[in-house]
């Protein structure tokens, strides 16, 4: 029993002693907040998601409070509930969505999903009193304009931009795995918009000296005027890996498949999930890759054709029908009986998805505002009633001016 005892005693007292030395290793107890408020410049593509860790706050303060502000010293937004617990499913959330709706709150970070340009501002940790200890200075990019520059048909990236002090430039993010294997696939690294300038404030702390996104708050506007004209760029190159040996489909499954080969003919095995949709002809259509962000590498193909970025990214050819636009998703302007088929997606080189799609002529279609040719059928109506109106009154207007002025010509003479 003495024996026993002794090695409960033992095991309990290096529990003991592992438990504080995981309470030594505290990040807040580490990270000392500073006397002066900085703000850490981070700039991101639209529709990303990120995440802004609180790196310190005094020890005594349970929950974290996240504020808002579009310009320093402008109206301020609450972007928590005072007790720090909101919870966002990322699947939810949808472009456009407000930013309040599109945030969650975790072990103190802040997560934001889907990011658009509007976001863009300066983001406080803080308590409920409004006392702040750690600030962020985010710069959302847009990615309309971005320019796709392609290595295998020999373009180069822009060249940085000198106007007196005042350097423009492009910084890329790190290549991304191959969007393909076991056949040529590509790969690409995204690049955004930075510049280096004296002229910075110095309230914003930078990974280099005098350097920071081009939409920063420490930019002055007649600098920002200055690099408006250089947008995001994209890099895009080919590559090719060989696939990992997985098995995708269950035992259960194939067990089936085997006997069902033995009478007859063996039949078809999905290599990933097939989900089946059926779209009006003449109509739009958008795929999206199921668990894909922008940043991650997404391929698509159809049956046995691949659809690479060189010949379908957007702004290739402002004529295609079928296009991949910069958060990755399949756009088909209008469908035709050609467009049947199984469309698959691959996230990060691997196949995770497909979709086999189906056509009809005929079926109620249910008019939706969601629908962006019913949006644009409405915006276009809503144009023209206005043009219409617009000249009625300013033909009326002319004639009663004119009347008032005695200006009506003399056609009896």
């Given at each position: 029993?003495?024996?026993a005892h002794t090695i409960v005693l033992l095991w309990t007292w290096g529990s003991l002693q592992a438990f504080e030395i995981v309470e030594k290793e505290n990040i807040f107890q580490r990270t000392?907040?500073?006397?002066?408020?900085?703000?850490?410049?981070?700039?991101?593509?639209?529709?990303?998601?990120?995440?802004?860790?609180?790196?310190?706050?005094?020890?005594?303060?349970?929950?974290?409070?996240?504020?808002?502000?579009?310009?320093?010293?402008?109206?301020?937004?609450?972007?928590?509930?005072?007790?720090?617990?909101?919870?966002?499913?990322?699947?939810?959330?949808?472009?456009?969505?407000?930013?309040?709706?599109?945030?969650?709150?975790?072990?103190?970070?802040?997560?934001?999903?889907?990011?658009?340009?509007?976001?863009?501002?300066?983001?406080?940790?803080?308590?409920?009193?409004?006392?702040?200890?750690?600030?962020?200075?985010?710069?959302?990019?847009?990615?309309?304009?971005?320019?796709?520059?392609?290595?295998?048909?020999?373009?180069?990236?822009?060249?940085?931009?000198?106007?007196?002090?005042?350097?423009?430039?492009?910084?890329?993010?790190?290549?991304?795995?191959?969007?393909?294997?076991?056949?040529?696939?590509?790969?690409?690294?995204?690049?955004?918009?930075?510049?280096?300038?004296?002229?910075?404030?110095?309230?914003?702390?930078?990974?280099?000296?005098?350097?920071?996104?081009?939409?920063?708050?420490?930019?002055?506007?007649?600098?920002?005027?200055?690099?408006?004209?250089?947008?995001?760029?994209?890099?895009?190159?080919?590559?090719?890996?060989?696939?990992?040996?997985?098995?995708?489909?269950?035992?259960?499954?194939?067990?089936?498949?085997?006997?069902?080969?033995?009478?007859?003919?063996?039949?078809?095995?999905?290599?990933?999930?097939?989900?089946?949709?059926?779209?009006?002809?003449?109509?739009?259509?958008?795929?999206?890759?199921?668990?894909?962000?922008?940043?991650?590498?997404?391929?698509?193909?159809?049956?046995?054709?691949?659809?690479?970025?060189?010949?379908?990214?957007?702004?290739?050819?402002?004529?295609?029908?079928?296009?991949?636009?910069?958060?990755?998703?399949?756009?088909?302007?209008?469908?035709?009986?050609?467009?049947?088929?199984?469309?698959?997606?691959?996230?990060?080189?691997?196949?995770?998805?497909?979709?086999?799609?189906?056509?009809?002529?005929?079926?109620?279609?249910?008019?939706?505002?969601?629908?962006?040719?019913?949006?644009?059928?409405?915006?276009?109506?809503?144009?023209?009633?206005?043009?219409?109106?617009?000249?009625?009154?300013?033909?009326?207007?002319?004639?009663?001016?004119?009347?008032?002025?005695?200006?009506?010509?003399?056609?009896?003479?």
């Open positions: 029993m003495n024996l000392p907040c500073p006397a002066f408020l900085m703000f850490d410049n981070a700039a991101y593509l639209a529709d990303m998601s990120f995440e802004l860790p609180c790196h310190c706050k005094p020890e005594e303060v349970s929950a974290v409070v996240w504020y808002y502000q579009k310009h320093l010293g402008t109206s301020t937004k609450v972007l928590t509930d005072f007790d720090g617990q909101v919870m966002t499913e990322a699947a939810q959330v949808r472009v456009g969505s407000d930013l309040l709706v599109r945030f969650s709150i975790r072990m103190f970070s802040l997560l934001v999903f889907r990011a658009q340009p509007e976001d863009s501002g300066l983001y406080f940790c803080g308590t409920r009193k409004g006392d702040y200890f750690y600030a962020y200075d985010v710069d959302i990019q847009s990615s309309e304009g971005m320019v796709a520059t392609f290595k295998d048909l020999g373009q180069e990236p822009f060249a940085d931009e000198y106007r007196g002090s005042l350097r423009v430039f492009t910084t890329f993010w790190e290549w991304t795995p191959c969007d393909r294997c076991g056949v040529r696939g590509e790969q690409w690294r995204i690049g955004l918009c930075y510049l280096q300038s004296p002229d910075l404030s110095p309230r914003y702390r930078k990974t280099l000296p005098d350097v920071v996104s081009c939409g920063s708050r420490a930019v002055p506007r007649k600098l920002q005027a200055k690099a408006r004209g250089h947008t995001p760029e994209l890099l895009v190159q080919s590559c090719r890996v060989p696939c990992k040996n997985t098995t995708t489909t269950r035992k259960g499954v194939m067990a089936i498949f085997n006997y069902v080969s033995k009478v007859g003919s063996r039949p078809w095995v999905p290599q990933v999930p097939i989900q089946f949709h059926q779209q009006r002809l003449g109509h739009r259509l958008i795929i999206s890759c199921p668990g894909a962000r922008p940043e991650h590498a997404v391929a698509w193909d159809k049956d046995q054709q691949y659809f690479y970025r060189t010949q379908y990214l957007k702004g290739v050819n402002r004529s295609m029908r079928v296009f991949i636009d910069h958060g990755n998703h399949l756009h088909i302007r209008f469908t035709q009986l050609d467009d049947r088929g199984i469309y698959y997606c691959w996230r990060q080189g691997v196949r995770v998805a497909g979709f086999r799609l189906g056509l009809t002529s005929r079926g109620p279609y249910k008019v939706s505002f969601s629908d962006p040719e019913v949006r644009s059928a409405v915006e276009l109506t809503l144009i023209g009633y206005l043009l219409i109106t617009a000249i009625f009154v300013t033909t009326h207007l002319c004639r009663c001016c004119c009347y008032s002025f005695r200006c009506y010509p003399n056609f009896s003479r």
